[in-house]
């Protein structure tokens, strides 16, 4: 079931918002090949009766006041944006054309 | 003896050595912050140069370095107050964020980028007051076994310098084995503070997950990731690891409870009566013979010493590579979305312009390496619609079967013991164009990342001249226990040995005097001000 193609990466590749040239299309492809084949048997050791496990240790909802605490300026969390402007990060166009 | 022979001698010391030096007043902190920068100067830079360092800091480690010594000739109170370790220099691995110094976790996305904040583990270092030497080179984001990965060159292994330091903290152990800092920070996701301590003869420690605020290392894997102590010596590891742990209100995944009885845990050498497993799927195949010599003699030691030692069984450890090559990278590619050129980082504006769409594309194309785009892609593929219920579902129900494996074996022994890593430090280049087998290095320490055990790496001999690791694992919340066999068998190791494993490491050359003329670091340095 691991088969992944030159087309899946290309796929993978626009949802990850990563620009791929063909030739490293072409050495992810075969190298995520040989990952998959290695990690595939994963899916055949557990049955339904075993539950997931996503975190480490067992943990409840962490809970507090609802009162600002310590936070970075305007100006700080401006400081190192690529593009700055009126207080606010700037973006390119987020629709093609005007 | 002269002035040089002196600051050689001082930075040979272990930390609490020169933590009970500072506070008789023998030496100052000011020359023993000068005496690494001078060894920093002296080896770390230039073509054959160690490179563990990214971005030193003498302006600031003096600084601080002054102000303990002002507190403590002062007297009073205020130096009573002094924290046992203040002014004692450490250096910090540069995926962990600092105010006044550049972060960038190894990346061209973040060359140059200034943290507005400190990590709580930086925090606690400037409230303990140890000056802080510089940050420490890693694999990109931390992805990666060799240190090959850092998009600013390599780290040498200080003990043959063709060789890998580890990875993905090889900066923090190579400058701890080089004697260029003696404590410094790491973070283990898989295995990256203990496989670079195997493979540098250096200790390096991975705390019960949430033991240690991770507010202000850049995440890789959140379920995974780990702050952690690297030292020479088990007591200076358990001395930092104290220093760094407790309750952090703004990591909300951290322990409420502190744990505590680290140090003392570690200065009790004894073993009697201690019940040790042998993981019998942590050895065999894939092992080098010289590993697994060491490994013998290790637990040798520890039964002449009054461990009861058996072997235990955790059939599904099999497994446990391939369910951490679906969730680790499944979290990563979650947990680097946040790099895209609009907030912080580095912004590509393609050529031809564009939406923010293809800039971020053209980013993240140029901003990410090799291994940090295979990572994002493999875990984008693991959480796909189709793919999600058979890959990332199944590896986090082997995370199940794997903590029920140690949980039983943790019913019969104490802690459990096993090689650090499959083999002694590689050559560099040797793996970088074979992922699977540079993914392989972490397959003893993997398994701890996934149950969120505590697990440290000891220096166990030599193996053809490399440093050989023995790692312990303890359950949950058993740092103590952990710290205190690994003391044991260092301290009986060393008794053998009639002396720290370090001695026997090459004296490195000043490649100040070998440097060609106008090769200088400026190359190096990735960002902000230069050494």
């Excluded at chain 2, 063709?162 to 990875?167: E, K, M, N």
């Excluded at chain 2, 894997?221 to 007591?235: H, K």
Aim: aromatic residues 6%.
């Amino acid at each position: 079931m691991s088969a992944i193609t030159r087309e899946d990466v290309a796929h993978l590749a626009r949802l990850a918002h990563i620009r791929m040239d063909e030739q490293e299309l072409d050495k992810m492809s075969g190298e995520l090949a040989v990952i998959m084949d290695a990690v595939a048997a994963v899916s055949e050791v557990a049955g339904d009766d075993v539950p997931p496990t996503s975190h480490p240790i067992p943990l409840t909802n962490v809970f507090r006041e609802d009162e600002p605490g310590e936070m970075l300026s305007q100006e700080q969390a401006l400081a190192m944006a690529p593009e700055a402007e009126d207080g606010q990060f700037r973006v390119p166009a987020i629709l093609e054309g005007e | 003896m002269n002035a040089t022979t002196e600051s050689t001698e001082l930075i040979r010391l272990t930390a609490l050595q020169m933590a009970e030096k500072l506070r008789t007043g023998e030496i100052t902190s000011v020359e023993l912050t000068q005496a690494h920068l001078d060894r920093i100067a002296a080896v770390d830079g230039g073509e054959r140069g160690i490179h563990a360092f990214l971005h030193v800091n003498p302006e600031e480690a003096l600084a601080v370095a002054a102000e303990v010594d002002a507190i403590r000739a002062a007297g009073g109170a205020e130096a009573e107050a002094l924290h046992p370790l203040a002014g004692v220099p450490v250096a910090v691995k540069d995926n962990i964020v600092t105010i006044g110094q550049p972060t960038t976790a190894g990346s061209r996305m973040l060359e140059g980028w200034m943290s507005p904040y400190d990590a709580t583990v930086v925090t606690k270092l400037r409230r303990a007051r140890l000056p802080i030497l510089g940050k420490t080179n890693l694999d990109e984001f931390a992805m990666g076994g060799s240190t090959e990965h850092s998009a600013f060159g390599n780290t040498r292994n200080p003990w043959d310098l063709d060789r890998i330091p580890g990875g993905s903290g090889g900066g923090s152990a190579a400058a701890v084995a080089a004697f260029m800092a003696p404590l410094a920070l790491g973070s283990d996701t898989g295995g990256s503070i203990r496989q670079p301590g195997a493979v540098t003869g250096t200790v390096g420690a991975k705390p019960t997950y949430g033991g240690v605020s991770r507010y202000g290392v850049i995440a890789m894997a959140s379920s995974l990731d780990q702050i952690g102590p690297v030292a020479r010596t088990v007591q200076d590891a358990a001395a930092l690891q104290e220093l760094l742990g407790g309750h952090d209100a703004k990591d909300s995944t951290s322990l409420t409870e502190p744990l505590e009885g680290l140090l003392t845990a570690a200065r009790q050498h004894d073993v009697t009566g201690l019940r040790i497993g042998i993981v019998s799927e942590l050895r065999g195949e894939g092992y080098q013979e010289g590993v697994l010599e060491r490994f013998r003699e290790a637990v040798t030691i520890l039964q002449d010493a009054g461990a009861e030692v058996v072997e235990v069984s955790c059939p599904h450890l099999k497994y446990a590579l391939g369910a951490y090559y679906l969730i680790m990278p499944s979290e990563a590619s979650s947990n680097l979305a946040k790099f895209d050129g609009v907030r912080y980082g580095n912004r590509v504006v393609p050529d031809e312009g564009g939406t923010i769409e293809q800039v971020m594309g053209a980013t993240r194309a140029a901003g990410f390496g090799e291994e940090v785009k295979r990572r994002i892609i493999l875990g984008t593929y693991a959480l796909s619609a189709g793919y999600y219920d058979a890959y990332y579902g199944s590896a986090q129900k082997i995370r199940t079967l794997v903590q029920r494996d140690f949980d039983e074996a943790f019913s019969k022994v104490d802690v459990l013991i096993s090689p650090t890593s499959p083999t002694t430090a590689f050559g560099l280049g040797e793996k970088i164009d074979d992922p699977l087998a540079m993914y392989l290095n972490d397959v003893a320490t993997i398994p701890a990342n996934l149950a969120g055990i505590p697990g440290i790496s000891v220096p166990g001999g030599l193996a053809e001249g490399l440093p050989v690791g023995v790692q312990f694992l303890a359950p949950v919340r058993g740092d103590a226990v952990m710290y205190r066999a690994a003391a044991a068998l260092e301290s009986r190791l060393e008794q053998a040995w009639g002396a720290q494993l370090w001695t026997q490491a090459p004296d490195l050359d000043d490649t100040r005097s070998t440097q060609p003329a106008g090769v200088g670091t400026a190359d190096r340095t990735a960002g902000g001000e230069n050494r």
